[in-house]
């Protein structure tokens, strides 16, 4: 199947934002979760910065993954899928001028949408006790060198606050406010406690579309995306799911091989052989094979 051009991705996304329902956006981590994704039938994928961290390095989500390796994903990420990904751009990776670099890098790698948060330097993932903000005024520097650095105006830019944990819910709902006011296409506010913090945020915000974040540990409300869709919300990511479930799954295989030295008994629980390589797309590529093939 075709893929459309990067531009008409960026288009029909802010298009389908606008025009609902709520955009559900499951997390993946590499080429081939984003593949599944697109076969299982959304729209939309969320590219996770907790689970390249994971995949990529091996290690937890607290800041440690440089913007380029990130970029670099994200491009093999876009090249794989047709669907528009949005991505996890952490802080933009330093002070105003490497958030305009970020920006440039991610708008290159063919992503419709990057999130810039306003976390202190190294980070933390969202969901994890000891976070710290910068200031209100610091990150909308940040958000003003994003905006003056993207090319394509249907390249969105959504602004996350994780002030919630730090400074409570009227602190984060005050900055993304002012975040709105700076030319943030999309507002995140970033773990809510509870049910009535979520419906305040929907609110709070009528005149801007708002992302959800169902990730983390059990901080914010296991809430559906109908539920906040009629809340008010927009944009709803699931990011870590994919990866745990790969991973409890791997882990239960692995336990089987080593115990039994087989993994026969296990064979319903993997895709076949010719399943994997369907959704890879092999016989596209075979048939592209023909095209160029003397005998």
């Known amino acids: 199947m075709k893929h459309l051009s990067t531009k008409d991705k960026r288009r029909r996304f802010k298009e389908r934002l606008q025009q609902g329902p709520i955009v559900i956006a499951p997390g993946c981590y590499d080429a081939f979760s984003a593949k599944l994704v697109e076969f299982a039938g959304f729209e939309t994928g ?6 390249v961290s994971a995949g990529l390095a091996g290690m937890p989500d607290v800041g440690l993954l440089t913007m380029t390796e990130m970029v670099e994903q994200a491009r093999r990420i876009s090249d794989a899928t047709g669907l528009p990904i949005i991505s996890d751009a952490d802080t933009g990776y330093g002070g105003p001028l490497n958030v305009r670099r970020t920006v440039e890098q991610f708008e290159r790698a063919g992503v419709c949408a990057i999130h810039l948060e306003d976390q202190e330097i190294p980070k933390k993932c969202g969901h994890l006790e000891g976070k710290r903000v910068i200031s209100a ?21 959504i602004a ?21 006011e700076t030319g943030a296409d999309v507002i995140f506010i970033e773990a809510p406690e509870s049910v009535e913090e979520v419906q305040e945020i929907g609110r709070r915000f009528k005149d801007v579309p708002l992302l959800m974040n169902r990730g983390g540990g059990g901080k914010t409300p296991a809430l559906s995306a ?40 296990a064979r319903a629980m993997m895709m076949s052989f010719e399943e994997r390589f369907e959704i890879l797309g092999l016989s ?12």
């Open 160 to 180: 996350r606050t994780d002030a919630r944990a730090t400074h409570g819910l009227d602190e984060a709902l005050d900055r993304g406010r002012r975040y709105a």
């Open 226 to 265: 109908a539920e906040l869709e009629r809340m008010g919300f927009q944009i709803v990511i699931f990011p870590g799911d994919l990866q745990k479930a790969a991973g409890k799954a791997m882990i239960e295989i692995l336990s089987i091989l080593k115990e039994t030295g087989n993994t026969d008994s």
């Open 137 to 157: 005024g610091r990150m909308i520097d940040r958000l003003k060198a994003s905006l003056d650095a993207r090319t394509d105006e249907n390249f969105l830019i």
């Open 46 to 51: 969320y590219m996770t910065g907790a689970g």
């Open 284 to 295: 596209r590529f075979r048939e592209l094979e023909s095209l160029y093939s003397r005998d």
